[in-house]
């Protein structure tokens, strides 16, 4: 199953958002990303003039994890001409069962849990 078959993400372009930050606790992964809504999303606002997409603040976070395996992990981190952190996008996002694996500049990452939340701040 890809992600734009989960509710909350449906109307979220994760290829395009940028990741800010990954935290991770013993039952959580949480990326904190710059994300591109959709027109249908309901935090969706016209871009501003210089970008292409609508730009939001949010998280994506994984709770209830039984476990959290790193296949790849990358320790470059980019800043963009704001100074912020930027360790690329999300390129890949699949589910099968409960096991997610997702991939980007940032590494690859398997998330067997039990909920996935898409919160726009």
């Not at 734009?4 to 904190?32: C, G, N, P």
């Not at 998280?59 to 476990?67: I, V, Y």
Request: hydrophobic share 35%; net charge negative.
């Amino acid at each position: 199953m890809n992600y734009h078959e989960i509710e909350a993400l449906k109307e979220v372009y994760l290829e395009d958002s940028y990741v800010l930050e990954i935290e991770e606790t013993i039952d959580k992964l949480i990326f904190r990303l710059e994300a591109v809504l959709t027109e249908k999303n309901p935090f969706f606002t016209p871009p501003n003039p210089e970008e292409q997409y609508c730009y939001k603040i949010a998280t994506l976070e994984f709770h209830g994890a039984h476990f959290i395996r790193w296949i790849k992990k990358s320790k470059n981190i980019n800043t963009d001409s704001a100074k912020e952190t930027d360790l690329g996008n999300i390129d890949t996002f699949t589910i099968e069962n409960r096991l997610c694996t997702l991939s980007g500049d940032w590494g690859v990452v398997e998330v067997d849990c039990e909920n996935i939340y898409f919160r726009p701040n």
